[in-house]
């Protein structure tokens, strides 16, 4: 291997372990307390997520729950008391149980089973019920409840056995709007009458387009569609006489619309290319309000307090872990809540990405975000990493990513591709990659390594490859039907034999028309299929192989990474396994994926890094 300058003797940037980078704070959820005193989030600060309440004058989080081996995700505050709704991770196998966090710390289980998924759909008007949905009664189809926020006494109130799917619940009960998905660019919407008990469809079937409800208001459903390349249309429903009507056009970097409860506010986030911004328009004085002194980053999530006078919201950044910050609306002022980068770590030693593209093999342009150790120039080249994200249907998004900030941290340069079949970038697309995997897709994360084999900065033979899920299937087709390309590869939690994996997803109807139409059919595509599986081709694989995965993951089951590592040993090849025994699909405590990424950086180090490195 051609040795080069240990840059670590050079920078004057300092080099922080795995463990310090898990001690930034990841945070989630919003939810404004009966009084408006305090914030419900969901927060890993205990090495694991737990609820906590967060005051609004700022200070110490309140920590609500005490999990030490089931994720919590805080859902809501009850609207006139300090009790509050959450789901528990009922056996760390990504179950969604749907509990009450009784005033007193005792907790409520309000579904029954073991991999019971739930979901909130907000209240009613009165504050009276609260409405979920649960699959207790049939595996993945989800029917819809009313329950007695007093007595928690259920009410089933629309019986799921068409494998439709709960999209919104009017304030005042009395209407549900339903999805139908045939496809991932193609929906159909429904109004369910819970007084006359009828069900009607809002959208046709022409033109073809993804429907997606936004907010029920008076007498109307709001709902958007991609119809375009570049637009987004927002139609408005009369739920009286059936009419619709186009009510606003958008860009396509529209993300999400948030009301208040009065409906006078509604804010906002829109996506500029490179970072996400909010704004708020007053509807009863049809202006916009001016939020001075909004934060530089990436608005992720927003909420206005009942009374109109707080507008919570997220934002992060590159060198920035997601911060919780609260806007005074009537004294026009603001306020960070929470400082969640560990204060061991300066910022100033982090890397900002730079969002870039290049030319794919068929002249189609990939984007990319591009990490660049400080240390690294011409003089002093360093070895790279291609960061392929899950989905695959995923995207390569600017944000805090510690795990990236880590690797480059410790002198490697980091490519995140968004090939092929990426969201966000159309319609054209993301159907670019539809029954190509194997092929096209993982193609472009060959040029995506071929491109950043001509940075002048980086050694062109120490360029690895690194994904996790359906990214460490593209990590192990890449060593497997590429070998000479990369000179080593990681696979986390990924995927080896698609026919397997595709014969289990199909048992679960609501992902089934996903899977099918971007990877194949395992009955009619079965020979392609299984000429794209890496682990039936694991002796082609010559190049170091790290595999990590959790025995509890529902996704990509163990044998995925069981079968490959077998394959690749049986052959001869050199492969390092890391198994955790308490995981499920990725990490959920902060010990686990300290473990992995120490792991991971020790690999590289051993098979990419210069000499002195070693």
């Excluded at 890993?44 to 989080?61: D, E, K, L, R, V």
């Excluded at 919590?72 to 609207?79: G, N, Q, R, V």
């Excluded at 909420?303 to 109109?308: L, T």
């Excluded at 040029?447 to 359906?470: H, M, T, W």
Aim: with cysteine; glycine share 8%.
């Amino acid at each position: 291997m051609k040795a080069a300058i240990d840059l670590r003797q050079y920078s004057n940037v300092r080099r922080y372990s795995i463990d310090q980078f898990m001690h930034s704070v990841r945070m989630s959820g919003l939810s404004f307390s009966h009084d408006e005193q305090e914030i419900l989030v969901t927060s890993n600060q205990s090495g694991i997520f737990n609820a906590y309440a967060i005051p609004i004058t700022g200070g110490t989080p309140r920590q609500l729950t005490f999990s030490t081996d089931e994720s919590i995700k805080s859902l809501a505050f009850f609207p006139e008391d300090r009790r509050f709704l959450y789901v528990r991770d009922k056996g760390g196998i990504e179950s969604r149980h749907l509990c009450v966090g009784e005033e007193d710390g005792r907790e409520l289980l309000l579904t029954q089973g073991n991999s019971v998924k739930s979901g909130l759909y907000g209240w009613s008007a009165d504050n009276r019920y609260f409405y979920c949905s649960t699959d207790e009664r049939i595996p993945h189809k989800f029917d819809l409840y009313r329950v007695d926020a007093r007595t928690y006494e259920r009410n089933l109130i629309f019986s799921n056995d068409d494998g439709l799917i709960p999209g919104i619940v009017s304030a005042d009960g009395n209407y549900v709007c339903l999805i139908k998905y045939e496809g991932l660019t193609k929906s159909t919407l429904f109004v369910y009458n819970l007084n006359l008990n009828t069900c009607v469809p809002v959208t046709s079937p022409e033109p073809a387009a993804c429907y997606l409800p936004l907010y029920f208001e008076g007498e109307h459903l709001y709902y958007r569609a991609l119809e375009t390349e570049d637009e987004v249309i927002e139609y408005r429903y009369d739920l009286r006489n059936g009419v619709r009507e186009e009510y606003k056009r958008r860009a396509t970097t529209f993300r999400q619309i948030i009301l208040s409860d009065s409906r006078r506010y509604r804010a906002v986030i829109n996506e500029d290319g490179e970072s996400c911004c909010l704004s708020l328009h007053d509807q009863s004085t049809n202006r916009l309000v001016p939020l001075r002194g909004l934060p530089a980053g990436n608005v992720t999530s927003a909420v206005i307090s009942k009374s109109d006078r707080w507008l919570a919201f997220y934002v992060n950044g590159d060198r920035d872990p997601t911060e919780l910050c609260l806007y005074d609306l009537w004294a026009s002022r603001l306020k960070r809540l929470t400082n969640n980068l560990n204060p061991e770590i300066n910022r100033e030693d982090l890397v900002e990405s730079e969002v870039l593209s290049f030319d794919s093999f068929d002249g189609m342009k990939i984007p990319c975000l591009l990490w660049k150790p400080h240390e690294a120039s011409a003089q002093r080249k360093v070895p790279g990493l291609i960061w392929v994200h899950g989905g695959p249907m995923g995207q390569v998004r600017k944000g805090y990513a510690g795990a990236v900030q880590f690797l480059v941290n410790h002198g490697y340069a980091v490519l995140g591709v968004n090939h092929r079949g990426s969201t966000g970038y159309g319609r054209a697309f993301a159907d670019a990659a539809d029954g190509k995997q194997g092929r096209e897709p993982l193609w472009d994360c060959i040029e995506a390594k071929r491109y950043q084999a001509k940075l002048d900065y980086v050694d062109p033979d120490r360029i690895g490859i690194i994904g996790g899920s359906f990214g460490g299937y593209m990590a192990l087709a890449a060593l497997a039907f590429h070998p000479l390309e990369f000179a080593a590869g990681v696979a986390l939690c990924g995927v080896s034999n698609l026919v397997r994996h595709l014969e289990v997803k199909l048992k679960q109807p609501h992902a089934a028309f996903v899977y099918l139409k971007k990877i194949g059919d395992p009955v009619r595509d079965r020979e392609r299929l299984e000429a794209v599986s890496p682990a039936l081709h694991a002796e082609q694989i010559c190049r170091p192989l790290m595999v990590l995965h959790g025995a509890r993951d529902p996704r990509a089951l163990k044998i995925e990474s069981d079968d490959i590592v077998n394959a690749v040993r049986a052959a001869g090849g050199i492969v390092e396994y890391v198994e955790f025994e308490d995981e499920a699909h990725g990490f959920r405590k902060r010990e686990n994926s300290v473990r992995a990424y120490q792991s991971i950086l020790t690999f590289f180090d051993k098979y990419l890094a210069a000499d002195e490195r070693r």
